[in-house]
C-alpha cells in the first residue's frame, strides 16, 4: 500500500555494522532526521576487529560484555566479495589491498569505512556510546504516537544522556552473545573453557589436548588452525555425518579426531562422549553459535526472545503492536545479507515517512502465525525461526518497497561457493570451479559492478 503522505521522523539506529549504516543512509535519503549509537570507536560492527580479549569473561555469560566482535585473526569470509556489497555500492577489487575474492576480515571492514564515507555517513554517528535503556514514552499509545525514550552513556563517563525519539531502530547484530549447551559437569571442570567469541589465535593452545564442540563453519575454521600447534583436536559434532571436505582434512591429520556429542565432564579432566569414549583435555572451545539478546530494550512483553525466536516480527523485521515506530535490521541468518539488509532498510525508512504502510494488526499476526505453522510443518526447530536459506523469500521481501530481485549470477555464485566448500573445505576460497569463472565475467560486466567509475581492478 503507498500513501501521498510524507512525514519526517527524529530516528535512533542503535549500531553501525552493515545493517545499521545502510539503515542510516536509507533513513536520511527518505528524509528523517538520524541518530546512530555507536558503542564502538568506529564503524563496522561485527567486522571491527578487537584483539583485546583480556578480562572478558571466557563463556560470555555478562549481560553486557565489553567485546563486540567475534572475529578471530586469520577469519576469511565464507562468501566470495561478487556477492557481498550494497546494490549501489560494489565490493570492489583495490589496490594495495586484500584483492582475493574471500579475503580476510579487514578487507570487509574498509569497505564499510568507505561505504560510510562515500555516503556521508559519519557525521549522523555517535561512537563510544554505549545503549542502556530503550523504552516507550507512553506504553498506552500505539502505531505512529508512540515515542521512544532512549538511554545511552558515553564511555568513561559517568553521566546518562536521555533522548527521545519517534522511531528506534535496533541493528545491533547477532554474533555477540556466546550461546553455551548444557553439559553435565560443566561447572566441575575446572580446566579451561572459553567460547569462540574471543578466541583469537592457536598460540594459547600451543600442545594441548583440545575439545572443539561444535561443527560449523567456526567450528570447521578453528579447528584447522589449532591442528597446526596442538597436540590433540578432537572436534565434536552433533551429528557424524560430516561433509567430503570436513573428511579430507581429519583424514589428513593425524592429530584431529571426530568426536560425538559430549554426555558429560569430570573433575579429573576427563571429558566423556555418548559413545562411552573419552578423552583427558587441557581445554574446552565453545563454537556453539550466539543468541539473540537485546538487553536495553524494555517493550513491556511485546518482544521477546524464546529460543532464539524473536517475536513476534512480521517479516523478521516489525512487532506488529509497535511497528512501524520500532524495527529491527539484520536478524535474519542463511541469506545474501547486504542487499537484504538493504530492502529491510528501504521498507522501514518509507513506511515512517508514510510512502507505504503496513497490514492490519490482525494480518500481521496472521501472518506470523502461518509461518510459525509452515517452519513446524517443514520440521525446522524454533531456534532456526530466522534462518532463511532461501533465494525467493528474499526476492519477495524485496517487493514490498519495488526492490530488485537478487541478481541471478549471484545466486549461482552462492550456490557454487557453499558447494566447493562442503568438498573442499580447505581449499575452497582460494581454488573454484570453471563455471565460477563464467559467471564472474558476468558478474563484473553487470550494472551492479559498472555503476561506479573507481579505481576497481579487474578479477583474475
Known sequence: MVSARNQSKHVCVIGSGPSGLVAARELRKEGHSVVVL???????????YDPFVEGEDPLGRETFGKVHSSIYASLRLISPREIMGFTDFPFLVKKDRDMRRFPGHRELFLYLKDFCEWFGLREMIRFNTRVEYVGMVDSGAIGNDLKWVVRSREKEAENVAQEVFDAVVVATGHYSQPKLPSIKGMDAWKRK??????????????????????????????????????????????????????????????????????????????????????????????????????????????????????????????????????????????????????????????????????????????????????????????????DIAEFEYCDRYGDHVGFPHLEEWKKQLCISALVNAEANLETYRDSWPDDDHELLQEALQSPHFTQLSTEALTLS
Not at 38 to 48: F, I, K, R, S, Y
Not at 287 to 314: I, N
Open 193 to 386: 573453557q572459553m567460547h569462540s567469541h574471543i578466541y583469537r589465535d592457536p598460540q594459547p593452545f600451543r600442545d594441548e589436548v583440545v575439545v572443539v564442540i561444535g561443527n560449523s563453519f567456526s567450528g570447521q575454521d578453528i579447528s584447522m588452525e589449532l591442528v597446526e600447534v596442538a597436540k590433540e583436536v578432537h572436534l565434536s559434532s552433533k551429528s557424524l555425518n560430516i561433509t567430503e571436505g570436513l573428511s579430507k582434512v581429519i583424514s589428513k591429520h593425524e592429530n584431529l579426531h571426530l568426536r560425538p556429542q559430549i554426555k558429560s565432564l569430570h573433575e579429573d579432566g576427563r571429558v566423556l562422549f555418548v559413545d562411552g569414549s573419552w578423552v583427558i583435555a587441557d581445554s574446552i572451545l565453545f563454537c556453539t553459535g550466539y543468541s539473540y539478546k537485546f538487553p536495553f530494550l524494555d517493550t513491556k512483553g511485546k518482544v521477546g526472545v524464546d529460543d532464539e525466536r524473536v517475536g513476534p516480527l512480521y517479516e523478521h523485521t516489525f512487532p506488529p503492536s509497535l511497528a512501524p515506530s520500532l524495527s529491527f535490521v539484520g536478524i535474519p541468518k542463511k541469506i545474501i545479507g547486504f542487499p537484504f539488509f538493504e530492502s529491510q532498510a528501504k521498507w522501514i525508512a518509507q513506511l515512517l515517512s508514510g510512502k507505504r504502510a503496513l497490514p492490519s494488526w490482525d494480518d500481521m499476526m496472521q501472518s506470523i502465525k502461518e509461518f510459525y505453522l509452515s517452519r513446524d510443518v517443514a520440521g525446522i526447530p524454533k531456534q532456526n525461526t530466522h
Open 38 to 48: 555507536e558503542q564502538n570507536h568506529d564503524v563496522g560492527g561485527q567486522w571491527l
